[in-house]
């Protein structure tokens, strides 16, 4: 698996992408930020050597590296999923890759169902911590001691200088920004009325099927990460309706523009 994402990252940076310093992770929906990169190179996945190609159709494919609010960014077009059928290590496999071509923080974005009352549809949280629902971990199997330590501490699993610039971030903007635990389960469908009392009840304020591996996978390697989720729905068991994947689309795309500023602002100040 290190011979894969060497040849991986060699192959990067042999088309140019030197010396990023942020990369980004673009969630469901959420590719305004995509728009604002001034982008020198892009290659979709189906080119890289090593990478699973996004099978998800609201997932572009492409990696994109470019400048971004005066800092160089490798930018991810599109996630992979445990749904998907992907390995663990298929999944985490871009940030692994920016890690190896110089990054220095991970800024992560996801769509996800809010489980807080108080947090409503359309509305950003900010994740402070997270349940991990998974079936499977990023780093079972032999550890690749060149990324990082057999254990590796989750005792502060998202950057705590990275939150904290960007819960101030938010105030001079006037962006209301959540803060809350996010709850990674493994998808493709969405959760049952019991189950969304029970991720409540063991104290999740937000669901969703992404994430967590990548964050993870930051944390074995000792890169700083952040993440945002756009709330897309509300996930009320005792007035729970069907959902149409449509809506949620919407609502992130609506949102987006907050998200946005937010990430571009923190860019600045890294």
Same mark, same amino acid.
């Given at each position: 698996?290190?011979?894969?994402?060497?040849?991986?990252?060699?192959?990067?940076?042999?088309?140019?992408?030197?010396?990023?310093?942020?990369?980004?992770?673009?969630?469901?929906?959420?590719?305004?930020?995509?728009?604002?990169?001034?982008?020198?190179?892009?290659?979709?996945?189906?080119?890289i050597p090593h990478f699973p190609i996004?099978?998800?159709?609201?997932?572009?494919?492409?990696?994109?590296?470019?400048?971004?609010?005066?800092?160089?960014?490798?930018?991810?077009?599109?996630?992979?999923?445990?749904?998907?059928?992907?390995?663990?290590?298929?999944?985490?496999?871009?940030?692994?890759?920016?890690?190896?071509?110089?990054?220095?923080?991970?800024?992560?974005?996801?769509?996800?169902?809010?489980?807080?009352?108080?947090?409503?549809?359309?509305?950003?949280?900010?994740?402070?911590?997270?349940?991990?629902?998974?079936?499977?971990?990023?780093?079972?199997?032999?550890?690749?001691?060149?990324?990082?330590?057999?254990?590796?501490?989750?005792?502060?699993?998202?950057?705590?200088?990275?939150?904290?610039?960007?819960? !101030?971030? $938010? &105030?001079?903007? +006037?962006?209301? =920004?959540?803060?809350?635990?996010?709850?990674?389960?493994?998808g493709p469908n969405l959760e049952t009325?019991?189950?969304?009392?029970?991720?409540?009840?063991?104290?999740?304020?937000?669901?969703?099927?992404?994430?967590?591996?990548?964050?993870?996978?930051?944390?074995?390697?000792?890169?700083?990460?952040?993440?945002?989720?756009?709330?897309?729905?509300?996930?009320?068991?005792?007035?729970?309706?069907?959902?149409?994947?449509?809506?949620?689309? !919407?609502? $992130? &795309?609506?949102? +987006?523009?907050? =998200?946005?500023?937010?990430?571009?602002?923190?860019?600045?100040?890294?």
């Amino acid at each position: 698996m290190m011979d894969e994402l060497l040849e991986s990252a060699d192959w990067l940076r042999s088309k140019g992408m030197d010396a990023p310093e942020v990369g980004i992770i673009l969630g469901t929906g959420l590719h305004g930020l995509a728009k604002q990169i001034a982008v020198e190179k892009e290659f979709n996945y189906s080119v890289i050597p090593h990478f699973p190609i996004a099978t998800v159709e609201y997932h572009f494919g492409k990696l994109l590296y470019g400048n971004l609010a005066g800092k160089k960014v490798i930018a991810c077009q599109g996630r992979f999923h445990y749904y998907e059928g992907y390995s663990m290590h298929q999944v985490v496999m871009p940030v692994r890759v920016m890690k190896l071509l110089g990054v220095k923080s991970i800024l992560l974005s996801n769509a996800s169902g809010s489980l807080n009352p108080d947090f409503k549809k359309g509305s950003l949280m900010l994740i402070d911590d997270h349940i991990n629902m998974q079936p499977e971990n990023p780093l079972r199997g032999l550890n690749m001691e060149e990324l990082g330590v057999r254990f590796p501490d989750m005792s502060q699993p998202y950057d705590a200088h990275l939150n904290q610039s960007l819960k !101030a971030i $938010a &105030q001079e903007l +006037e962006i209301p =920004l959540h803060e809350g635990v996010y709850a990674s389960v493994p998808g493709p469908n969405l959760e049952t009325r019991a189950e969304y009392r029970f991720l409540r009840m063991a104290g999740a304020d937000a669901v969703g099927m992404s994430t967590v591996p990548e964050v993870i996978a930051c944390n074995h390697m000792r890169l700083p990460c952040c993440c945002i989720s756009v709330l897309t729905d509300e996930c009320n068991p005792e007035t729970l309706k069907p959902v149409e994947f449509n809506e949620i689309l !919407a609502t $992130a &795309q609506q949102a +987006e523009g907050k =998200l946005t500023q937010l990430y571009m602002e923190l860019i600045q100040r890294i």
